[in-house]
C-alpha cells in the first residue's frame, strides 16, 4: 500500500510503498477515510531531533484519522468490518490508573506504551497512507450517526484538544466572560465553534491572516482582531478593561505568549496549546493577579465521545480541505505558508 512516510528529522515526507498492516491478536486495522495534516507534523518535519521525543522516525505520518474497521485481530469484540470509525490517537500502556478510565496521554508508565508517549503518526505508523494497524482495539471509536471519516477525522485532535482545553476552564467562562483563541487554524478554527456551543463567552479570534479570520467569523467569533502590537490594547477596551477570562495560544511563540498575558484578566486562565517553542517568564507582578498559566496535551477517549456527538449534531464542523494521498506535502506546504483554508485532510 501507499503510505506518507517521514523518513528522518529534519527531512521532508516521502510517499513510498510499505506492506499492508495484517492484525495481531486485539489489534485491528482501519481503512483509512480521512488523516488530517496537523501542524504538530510540520514541527516533527523541521523542529524535532534526536532526543525531543522517546522515538525516531522512520514513521508514517498522520495523527488524526478516521475510516472503516477493515480487519479484525484474534479476540477482538463489539466492532465489524465495514464499520465506519475514528481512531484515538494517544496510545498509553492501557493498564495504568490514568489509560484505564481512557486519558491516555497522561499514561504513567510510557515504557508499556506501543511507543512511549506517543502513538500512530508520533512513532509509529499513523493514517497517512491506505490502512493504518490500531494496536489496541479500545483506541477504535465508532462513528455517530451522521459524521463520515473526512468530517470526523480533524475532530480526534484538531476538535479533540481544543475540547479538553476549553473544558478545562469551562468554570471561568459563564455569561459576561471573554475568550481568546489566539492563531485560528486547524484548532484554533473549531476552538472557535466550541467555545460559542458549549459556552456562553464572548469570543474574539486572533491571527496574522486575514482568511483565518473571515474563516473564525464565520465559526462564530464575536471579534476578529488581527495579531499586532496594539491587539492586547483592543482586547482591553473590548471587554471594558478587564481582559480574557480565558487565552487559549494555539501558536506558542514569545509573541503570542506575551500576547496572552497582556490580554488576560486577573483569575484568568493562559492556556498554552501551540507548540511554538515560545517560553514566558512568570513572577508576582509579571502576569495578572492568579492568572494560571498552564499547558494542555490532546484529550481523553470519554472527551473524544463527546466531541463525536457534536460533531454529528452539526454544532461543531471543521472546515477542511481535502486532498489525494499524492497531494499531502502540497497540504503541508499550504499548512506553512498560510494558504490553507481550515484543515487538510488527505484522503487515500
Ligand atoms: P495551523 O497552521 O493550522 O494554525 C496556526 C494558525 O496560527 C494559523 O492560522 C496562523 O496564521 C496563526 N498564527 C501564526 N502566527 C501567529 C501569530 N503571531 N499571531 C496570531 N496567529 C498566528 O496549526 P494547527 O494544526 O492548528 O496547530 C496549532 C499549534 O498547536 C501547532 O503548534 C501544533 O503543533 C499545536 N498542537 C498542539 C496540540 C496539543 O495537544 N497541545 C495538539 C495539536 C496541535
Ligand atoms: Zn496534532
Redesign the pocket.
Known amino acids: 500500500m501507499r503510505a506518507l512516510r517521514l523518513p528522518a528529522w529534519k527531512s521532508e515526507p516521502e510517499l513510498v510503498e510499505i506492506d499492508q498492516p495484517v492484525p495481531g491478536p486485539g489489534e485491528v486495522v482501519v481503512r483509512i477515510g480521512g488523516a488530517g495534516?496537523?501542524?504538530?507534523d510540520?514541527?516533527l518535519m523541521h523542529d524535532f531531533e534526536a532526543g525531543a521525543v522517546p522515538w525516531n522516525p522512520p514513521f508514517t505520518l498522520g495523527h488524526e484519522n478516521a475510516g472503516w474497521v477493515h480487519a479484525l485481530g484474534d479476540g477482538v469484540t463489539g466492532l465489524e468490518v465495514g464499520q465506519p470509525v475514528a481512531v484515538y490517537g494517544p496510545w498509553g500502556c492501557g493498564t495504568c490508573e490514568r489509560c484505564r478510565v481512557g486519558v491516555d496521554?497522561y499514561c504513567e508508565n510510557p515504557a508499556g506504551a506501543p511507543v512511549p508517549g506517543g502513538g500512530g503518526g508520533l512513532g509509529l505508523d499513523g493514517g497517512m497512507a491506505e490502512y493504518e494497524l490500531v494496536p489496541d482495539a479500545r483506541h477504535v471509536v465508532p462513528l455517530p450517526e451522521g459524521l463520515d471519516p473526512v468530517d470526523a477525522a480533524p475532530l480526534t485532535?484538531?476538535g479533540l484538544?481544543p475540547y479538553h482545553?476549553v473544558r478545562r476552564s469551562w468554570h471561568k467562562l459563564a455569561p459576561g466572560s471573554t475568550a481568546v483563541v489566539?492563531?485560528?487554524?486547524?484548532?484554533?478554527h473549531v476552538g472557535v465553534q466550541i467555545l460559542k456551543t458549549t459556552t456562553a463567552a464572548r469570543v474574539i479570534a486572533?491571527?496574522?491572516?486575514e482568511e483565518?479570520l473571515a474563516l473564525a467569523t464565520e465559526c462564530g467569533a464575536d471579534l476578529a482582531l488581527p495579531?499586532g502590537a496594539g491587539t492586547a490594547e483592543e482586547i482591553r477596551r473590548a471587554t471594558g478593561g478587564r481582559g480574557a477570562d480565558v487565552v487559549l495560544d494555539?501558536?506558542?511563540?514569545d509573541?503570542?505568549l506575551r500576547?496572552g498575558v497582556a490580554a488576560a484578566r486577573t483569575v484568568g486562565d493562559l492556556t498554552?496549546?501551540?507548540?511554538?517553542g515560545g517560553t514566558l517568564p512568570v513572577s508576582f507582578f509579571g502576569v495578572p493577579y492568579e492568572l494560571s498559566v498552564q499547558?494542555?496535551?490532546?484529550g481523553s477517549r470519554p472527551e473524544l465521545a463527546e466531541v463525536l456527538d457534536l460533531g454529528a449534531r452539526g454544532l461543531v464542523r471543521p472546515t477542511t480541505t481535502t486532498f489525494a494521498l499524492e497531494e499531502a506535502p502540497a497540504a503541508y506546504r499550504q499548512?506553512?505558508d498560510?494558504t490553507?483554508r481550515g484543515?487538510a485532510v488527505v484522503v487515500p
Do not use: F, Q
Open positions: 495534516a496537523c501542524h504538530s510540520l514541527h496521554p485532535d484538531a484538544t482545553a489566539i492563531g485560528v487554524g486547524g484548532l484554533g486572533v491571527d496574522t491572516r483565518a495579531s494555539c501558536v506558542g511563540t509573541t503570542t500576547l498554552i496549546v501551540g507548540l511554538g499547558t494542555t496535551y490532546w499548512m506553512r498560510g490553507l484543515r
